[in-house]
């Protein structure tokens, strides 16, 4: 069930991107922002996969983020599985660099190892929310809600607003988010649909088989059963 809307949710991610990349100069932070959406979006499937319970999946997603931002951003931790202690403290200087140059420059800003992980720590508490309110919470239109946030730190940072092709990108996420909703609630209600049938059958089956037996058992039915043998005996001697 919740394969399609995974995959909406890290489309629709990956089209809120194109939304930031107007205020940004070109750079590999895509392909690492990218990686980051898919490990969040991983571990929240993977967790409702196997039943978790609900009130841990944030913290699960939110401890994908950070340790995707380690291993993907923090020097020293690029090849390895487990973060070590001195990644925490480079992730943490990038994050106040990138913090320092957006500050500083106007758009498009230059994109360095700062600004990159900003961009994948951005992208991956998008990909955070979607999930928690497409997949979990099966509400779309608030998803759409921090989509249109997203649209608008273009819209009000750029002086001629954002293009036009930003509204057309989130707008897109948006549908894809509906759309993946209801081919959900279209299967599940196929299979409610199925299955009243199957039961209604087999209440049918059951309740025929009950009255049968119990007829059976029914004092009159045997006295009648009884007085048509006498009959046929009688007829068969004559």
Not at 55 to 82: E, T
Request: proline share 5%; aromatic share 6%; net charge positive.
């Amino acid at each position: 069930i919740t394969s399609a809307p995974a995959v909406a949710v890290i489309a629709a991610t990956l089209l809120a991107a194109v939304c930031l990349s107007t205020l940004f100069s070109d750079g590999p932070w895509a392909a690492l922002a990218t990686l980051t959406v898919l490990v969040v979006v991983g571990t929240g499937s993977l967790a409702v996969r196997l039943r978790i319970a609900a009130f841990l999946v944030p913290v699960l997603l939110m401890l994908a983020l950070i340790w995707a931002l380690l291993i993907l951003h923090a020097g020293g931790a690029r090849w390895i599985v487990v973060p070590t202690g001195d990644s925490f403290d480079v992730l943490r200087s990038q994050i106040a660099d990138g913090i320092h140059a957006v500050n500083l420059y106007a758009p498009p800003v230059p994109v360095n190892a700062g600004v990159s992980v900003l961009l994948s720590l951005i992208l991956g508490l998008v990909a955070l929310l979607l999930f928690l309110l497409h997949v979990m919470l099966r509400r779309p239109v608030l998803a759409g809600v921090v989509l249109l946030a997203v649209y608008a730190i273009p819209a009000f940072v750029l002086d001629d607003g954002a293009p036009w092709w930003s509204f057309v990108a989130v707008t897109i996420a948006w549908l894809l988010l509906l759309v993946s909703d209801e081919r959900v609630g279209l299967r599940a209600w196929g299979r409610s649909i199925r299955r009243s049938d199957t039961d209604r059958r087999s209440g049918l089956g059951s309740t025929g088989w009950r009255v049968a037996t119990l007829t059976g058992q029914s004092p009159l039915v045997r006295a009648a059963s009884r007085g048509d043998q006498k009959r046929r005996r009688r007829t068969t001697i004559g």
